[in-house]
């Protein structure tokens, strides 16, 4: 991998782009021949949301009513085993360490991990978003507000993900204290996210757009204290 633009005194945007774009193909690749999300993280997803059918006895107008929160609830449980996934697979090829040892600019390596984190969950919600549809009976209502909702709070979950997960991924816990530290921080996107597709799916009588706003600060917010600290927490750990 070329990033010999991207050092640490060079931190151009082509730099960063090019790192990202390279460190987010060479993680899409490893995933694709893996077949971890196909095959372990989207069943998981999937059966969730099957359990919670059954849970509500089938009520087709209890199911459509819950459908924007069990939706957002299967995603971050999938969540946290697709991060879990990309912090196990850093520790075995020791990525993280020829990272802080490398000429990689620490922004590029925060933006390029967020971005495989990313498209791995909006491939799942693709998914999830079908089951909703044929298990809980859901109607889209608003498809933009739905496709705006869905980028801008998993790109807040993946920020937040990637972070909380190079703090912690020295630790021999690291697998139990993940839940227990990105779950927490993630409520707001769960509250803000279940909101917007509550309009967007037509049963609730909220504007979505302003919780999408919300979302978007959430994000932002952990976009931009990642690329500040993110090279800090390589250095410690």
Known sequence: MNTSDATPGHLSLM??????????????????????????????????????????????????????????????????????????????????????????????????KTLVILTQLLVLEIVLAVGVIVFYGARLSEPLLFVSTSVVATSGIASAGTLYAVAISKLGVRETLLPLLLMPALVPVLIGATRAFGDALGTAGVNGWQWLGLLGAFALAYLTLGALVFGSLLEEN
């Open 15 to 112: 730099g960063i782009l090019r790192t990202s774009w390279h460190i987010w193909r060479k993680d899409l690749l490893i995933e694709l021949r893996s077949r971890v999300l196909l095959n372990q993280i989207l069943p998981f997803a999937v059966l969730v949301l099957m359990l919670f059918a059954f849970a509500l006895d089938g009520d087709s107008t209890t199911l459509e009513f819950f459908a924007p929160g069990l939706f957002w609830v299967a995603v971050l449980l999938a969540a946290l085993l697709a991060i879990g996934r990309s912090v196990a697979t850093e520790q075995a090829d020791a990525t993280m360490d020829n990272f802080r040892l490398g000429s990689s600019s620490p922004v590029a390596v925060f933006f390029g």
